[in-house]
């Protein structure tokens, strides 16, 4: 499974991005999709996760009420749409891929894709 995370950019404090992660080779119904970020000197945190199926969603408390996790299954594509971005959103923004269930850990997300900046300045 190959994943390629895309959309990120610089944005003032209130503002808005799209995350896209396209997956190919293989990805089925039965994953997880996860996004994660990882600010510099801190740990990967997780951000949002959903079912591939679209049914399941989950969020961290921090980003609850601003970000929105989707997917679009024809395109194999799943999206993070961020409202109200803060500069405590500044990191590096990961997509990841589970064949398990939903989980808060990095460490049981199978496949990962390369991370996209996103800056958000005051």
């Known amino acids: 499974v190959q994943l390629q995370a895309s959309g990120g950019g610089s944005v003032q404090s209130g503002g808005s991005l799209r995350l896209s992660c396209a997956a190919s080779g293989g990805t089925s119904t039965s994953y997880t999709m996860g996004w994660f970020r990882q600010a510099p000197g801190k740990e990967r945190e997780f951000v949002a996760a959903?079912?591939?199926?679209?049914?399941?969603?989950r969020y961290a408390d921090s980003v609850k009420g601003r970000f929105t996790i989707s997917s679009d299954n024809a395109k194999n594509t799943v999206y993070l749409q961020m409202n109200s971005l803060k500069p405590e959103d500044t990191a590096v923004y990961y997509c990841a891929a589970t064949e398990g269930s939903y989980s808060l850990r990095p460490f049981e997300y199978d496949y990962w894709g390369q991370g996209t900046q996103v800056t958000v300045s005051n």
């Open positions: 959903i079912a591939w199926t679209g049914i399941t969603t």
